[in-house]
């Protein structure tokens, strides 16, 4: 089994206050592992995955990634990466107001190659599809629920077949009807093509059916 992240932060810092939860943290993950994160609000769960995902690289210690050193990257090495291995599903990855669903979860293709735009256009329906909402693919995101938001949101996040998937409360403001078929869209994705999942979830019964818990605790 390869390892895909090996990571050892030494400090993570905010203005001048270090993040105690962060402070000599290590985490090493397989390829297909799927890890939950836990630990109460204000943690720094997100901050983790934002260094996981290549978009915070303010911290000491050490990265490797598919066994690349996140410090011998260049921008245009960390974009590559970020666009074509890592698939977000963020609490923060906004859709864009001025696009229609469909046009917002193929926004990852525009920086694709062709090879790559073929393969993962026929896949656009099956993700619609198991998440349901071929029925909004039209609207604008203004016109949407907040559940129909997240689920645009992870569509987007899965439409590349990403080799990790990144997921920030990606059950958050959903039914237990949709939660479930996104908990199983994720885990799908990880059998198949097995794609190494990393969840930050606040719902316990998530968490556990991953393979393995990371709790982060202030100390
Ligand atoms: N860009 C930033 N500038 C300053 N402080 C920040 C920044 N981002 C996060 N923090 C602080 O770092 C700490 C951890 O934040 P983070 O968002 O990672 O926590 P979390 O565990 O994901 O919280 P929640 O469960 O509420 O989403 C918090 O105290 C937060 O205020």
Known sequence: MS??????????????ESLSSLENFKLEVNEGEKIAIIGESGVG???LLNIIGLLDGDFSGEYNIFGLSRKEMCDKEL??????KIGFVLQESALIDTLSIE???????CYADNEQKQFTLQDFEKITK???????LKKKPLGCSGGERARAVLARGLIM???IILADEPTASLDEDNKERIVELLFKM?????TTIITVTHDLEVAKR???IIKLERR
Request: cysteine-free; charged content about 40%; aromatic content about 6%.
């Open 3 to 16: 390892r895909v992240i090996e990571l050892e932060i030494k400090e993570k810092k905010f203005k001048n």
């Open 45 to 47: 769960k997100s901050t």
């Open 79 to 84: 974009a590559s990466f970020r666009n074509n």
């Open 103 to 109: 046009e917002n979860i193929k926004l990852p293709l």
């Open 130 to 136: 198991a998440i349901r909402i071929e029925n909004i």
């Open 161 to 163: 077949k990403p080799k």
């Open 190 to 194: 990880n059998k198949k093509y097995n």
């Open 210 to 212: 991953h393979d393995r």
